[in-house]
């Protein structure tokens, strides 16, 4: 039988089940990554489950996203993540070290593995042949403990690129047209396996930046052939032995097959506010430019920034714009330190941050009020940038360069200067110094006073009775409901956290839901397609969960986001008929009724609004159902460990 590139790697680690799309399926997890956002409470729970050490290959917990550490929070949390690492087996990447994705694709991704990381964008590690997705915290703590993934198995969808990109015209365009094409919602329970003849004309750092943003099509995962392209770069990194080859058999079937001409490809932009909003740079051309960010995880490699570094070399920054370049790990700073090419970034009057997340999270370099902020990012959410009023357009780094030089929108195809070539070295300089190896000393966690014990939730009730207590529209992000920038710090204590659960959306959701939950009613959300789009933090689970949600009636969830409600006991029910949502107001009193010994017996509920009632549906197995009625994952698993003796 031929088989696709995704299925030979999910069938090498199913646990349970079979490559049945559409049916749950439970994998083994090879590798595990976390970042200090979500890591905290993802290790706060891995804890809680008694194991001595983690039970992957390999399992590494990064230092990225809070590194300003305005305050002792963020200090604290690292600290904490450091004595975990050394006491559980996990490494240990400093801050300072470089992004996750980008750091993970140098120095740890293999071809053929599974790679579980409690980030959304760990797809990019896609670009190597490996199965990278992003999941919730405990999902990730589950995995480390050495349970199986599970999620539903996928529908393979096969793009083939060919031909060749023209000059000016990069791997973030190719992704932005697949985006123009597929959208940011509808695609739950989707891969995307690129092949064509176009493959072997991207590079792994392209490939990777094409597989990171393909999370914003709310797909699982992405993948590329393992071919020499990729034994060159882990060569280049010293890991030619981690090479194995990938490949999809001839006349393996697909769910749909799409080919793009690389050849027709322009420069592309995603304008405000959702990078589904595609259109081409040159018609945006001549729109004056504020401010001008370059790197994040998914366009920060030693390629984006030498090509900027050669179109910024005889032409200075525009006076008008501040332009912010962030190296995406370590390895890329040193070298481009190495050939030069900082200094002309610096010369041309570039502002360089330490390899960090940073602006891409609105944790730094909020754009002025009014703004108009240019990024090579992956993400352009509404008030994401930190300034709430900023319009936030995402595009390539040879589009981004143009627009520093003349301090407007601008194809890079009409500056009138030539396409740099760029000579990639046989051999990056790597130092893996910043990289601590645990000690596995029984030594005591450190825990500073933010840092606080993951919340438990009750079991579900008979009878969810309550109140609609925000209704919201289509395409809310994890971001509209748990900020990050400046609220990052407080994700290691969930009371605080709480206070800024849609801030954005309405600033009184927080004292209304909590005002309600203390009176012993239940909080509702209703919501419109695509709810909990972007991030995989779980805090837009575990904070509603804190403040008394038990049920939330949307049109369609995106898949993490979905995972993440079941885990922290929250049902996730969607309209029989989409019109039914013009029916229901914020205010409304809400009945479910006999809701365990429905959810027990797998039979559809009825919610009862005023007087009304609308038929939901859910789509759960029976594992999530137990969860469910468990109050959430963390109740399943205290309640095992109850009869376990975990004392050794």
């Known amino acids: 039988m031929s088989k696709t590139i995704t299925q030979k790697i999910f069938e090498k680690h199913l646990i349970e089940g079979n490559f049945e799309p559409g049916k749950e399926i439970a994998v083994r997890i090879d590798q595990t990554l976390t970042q200090d956002a979500t890591g905290t409470m993802a290790y706060l729970q891995f804890e809680a489950m008694g194991t001595a050490r983690v039970k992957t290959e390999l399992s590494v917990s990064y230092v990225d996203h809070n590194t300003i550490q305005i305050g002792f929070e963020n ?6 993540l450091k004595s975990i690492a050394d006491k559980y087996g996990i490494l240990f990447s400093q801050a300072g070290n470089g992004i996750c994705h980008q750091v993970h694709l140098e120095r740890f991704g293999k071809p053929g593995k599974t790679l579980l990381g409690s980030d959304s964008h760990t797809p990019t590690a896609g670009g190597l042949g490996m199965i990278g997705i992003g999941a919730g915290g405990l999902d990730v703590a589950l995995a480390m403990a050495g349970e199986p993934f599970y999620l539903t198995c996928p529908r393979v969808i096969r793009i083939n690129l060919n031909g060749a990109l023209k000059p000016w015209v990069s791997a973030k365009d190719v992704i932005l047209k697949v985006l123009e094409i597929f959208g940011t919602s509808s695609n739950v329970g ?5 092949d064509g003849d176009g493959v072997k004309t991207l590079s792994v750092p392209e490939r990777a930046t094409i597989t990171n943003m393909g999370t914003e099509c709310g797909i699982t995962t992405s993948v590329f052939p393992s071919d020499e392209i990729t034994r060159e770069f882990l060569k280049a990194q010293g890991r030619e032995g981690d090479w194995v080859e990938i490949a999809s058999d001839k006349g393996a ?16 932009v995603a304008c405000p506010h959702n990078p589904g909003n595609v259109k081409t740079v040159k018609e945006l051309e001549g729109m004056v430019v504020n401010q001008i960010c370059i790197g994040s995880c998914t366009n920060s490699s030693y390629k984006d920034l030498m090509i900027v570094a050669e179109m910024l070399k005889v032409n200075k920054k525009h006076p008008n714009v501040s332009l912010v370049i962030s190296p995406g790990s370590r390895q890329v700073l040193s070298n481009i330190a190495i050939n030069g090419a900082l200094a002309d970034l610096l010369d041309a009057g570039a502002r360089i941050t330490e390899p960090v997340c940073g602006f891409c999270i609105g944790n730094s370099q909020s754009p002025q009020t009014n703004a108009v902020s240019v990024r090579t990012s992956n993400r352009n959410f509404f008030a994401r940038s930190g300034t709430k009023d900023a319009q936030v357009y995402l595009l390539s780094p040879e589009s981004a360069a143009a627009a520093a030089i003349t301090g407007k929108m601008t194809d890079p195809r009409h500056l009138g200067i030539e396409y740099p070539q760029l000579q990639m070295p046989e051999r990056f300089y790597t130092d893996d110094s910043m990289i601590i190896l645990p000690s596995l000393v029984s030594s005591e966690i450190y825990r500073g006073p933010n840092i606080g014990e993951p919340p438990h939730n009750t079991p579900t009730p008979d009878c969810i009775q309550g109140v609609v207590t925000i209704k919201v529209g289509d395409k809310i992000t994890t971001d509209h409901i748990i900020p990050a920038g400046s609220r990052m710090k407080y994700r290691s204590n969930i009371p605080e956290y709480s206070k800024f659960v849609f801030e954005i959306e309405d600033e009184g959701f927080a004292n209304r839901a909590t005002a309600y939950r203390d009176s012993g009613k239940h909080n509702i959300i209703v919501a419109g397609i695509g709810y909990g789009q972007g991030s995989s933090r779980e805090h837009a689970a575990i904070c509603p969960m804190f403040l008394g949600v038990k049920a939330i009636l949307a049109k369609s969830f995106e898949r993490i986001h979905a995972a993440n409600l079941i885990n922290f006991g929250i049902i996730p029910l969607t309209f029989a008929s989409d019109d039914d949502y013009e029916q229901i107001n914020a205010g409304d009193e809400v009945i479910i009724a006999d809701v365990r010994k429905l959810l027990t017996e797998n039979i559809p509920l009825t919610v009862k609004i005023n007087d009304k009632e609308i038929a939901v549906n859910y ?13 959430g994952m963390l109740g399943v698993v205290t309640s095992k460990l109850a009869h376990l003796d975990i004392s050794s």
Do not use: F, N, T
Not at 75 to 80: E, S
């Open 75 to 80: 200090a604290d949390d690292h600290q904490y």
């Open 190 to 194: 989707c891969v995307i396996e690129y």
């Open 253 to 268: 079937e697909y769910d749909r097959v799409i080919d793009i001409m690389l050849d027709d490809l322009v420069p592309m």
């Open 619 to 631: 789509s759960l197995s029976e594992r999530q159902r137990q969860i469910l009625l468990a109050g």
